[in-house]
């Protein structure tokens, strides 16, 4: 059996390796002028991001052995996994005050399928267990709510004229946005679509790799990797629903995209209503 020191091992070779490779994704980001709508580059993002991970890493590989045997502790790093997901989340998709409904779509997902896999004893309270399991989770969740925000939040700032539109028809503004912004949200599904149709073709998860090396079957590697990749449909199918449905009633946006309905689309609403 592959033991997981031989697959990767911690030494100084490695360490270079990590380092090139974060400068390499920093150059090219660079060289490449990637940026948000704002123009913001992300090359600095990409920086800061490999080193956040690094300290946070080396962090909580050094604090998980006492998390896990303390079930006080247990539960509070797993609220704090949720809670900084939510931040994430919410400044990823807005910079105003709204951003606090992204934590709804988050434990809207992961919280019912937690508590399930918790109640059934399938996954058991266990911070060895637990923390991997809901840390995989909340991350999915994190995703699908930060993809179907921004997508959806963008569509309806470039397409304001169709749901005025749709309001000047005499659609509810709930509705008017859902028309717009639906088809957009609901890309962020395919990433989770793609790596569950594909799994065992083109990849092999973190989930299955981990289970062999600690010296589980291929068929119990095979049955865990499949609970995650459906645990993941849908913890990301009900976060977009979600948050697709807090942007449709404006709980959740960017001040922009919030704008009333402008003067032409009242007048036209007011002469059909005649």
Request: hydrophobic share 55%.
């Amino acid at each position: 059996m592959l033991a997981a020191a031989t697959l990767l091992p911690v030494n100084r070779t490695l360490a270079v390796v990590l380092a090139l490779l974060l400068v390499t994704a920093v150059t090219v980001t660079a060289l490449a002028r990637l940026a948000d709508h704002r123009e913001r580059g992300y090359a600095r993002a990409v920086a800061l991001a490999g080193l956040r991970a690094a300290v946070q890493l080396a962090v909580v590989s050094t604090l998980i052995g006492w998390v896990v045997h303390r079930a006080a502790s247990l539960v509070g790093f797993v609220l704090l996994m949720f809670g900084v997901a939510a931040w994430t989340a919410g400044r990823r998709i807005t910079d105003n005050r709204t951003w606090v409904w992204a934590a709804l779509p988050i434990a809207a997902g992961v919280g019912p399928v937690v508590a399930v896999l918790l109640l059934t004893g399938l996954v058991p309270f266990r911070g060895v267990a637990l923390i991997p399991v809901a840390g995989i989770l909340i991350g999915g969740g994190l995703t699908a709510t930060v993809l179907a925000g921004r997508r959806a939040l963008d569509e309806l700032r470039t397409r304001r004229g169709e749901v005025e539109a749709g309001l000047a028809l005499g659609l509810l503004e709930r509705d008017a946005r859902l028309e717009v912004a639906r088809p957009a949200a609901s890309d962020a599904l395919l990433p989770g679509l793609d790596q569950t149709r594909t799994v065992g073709l083109v990849t092999l998860p973190g989930a299955f790799v981990g289970m062999l090396l600690g010296g589980a079957s291929p068929v119990q590697a095979g049955a865990v990797q499949l609970f995650v990749l459906v645990a993941l449909l849908a913890v990301q199918a009900v976060a977009v629903a979600v948050v697709l449905e807090l942007i449709a009633r404006g709980r959740l946006h960017r001040d922009a995209s919030r704008r009333r309905p402008s003067r032409r689309s009242r007048t036209l609403r007011g002469a059909e209503g005649e």
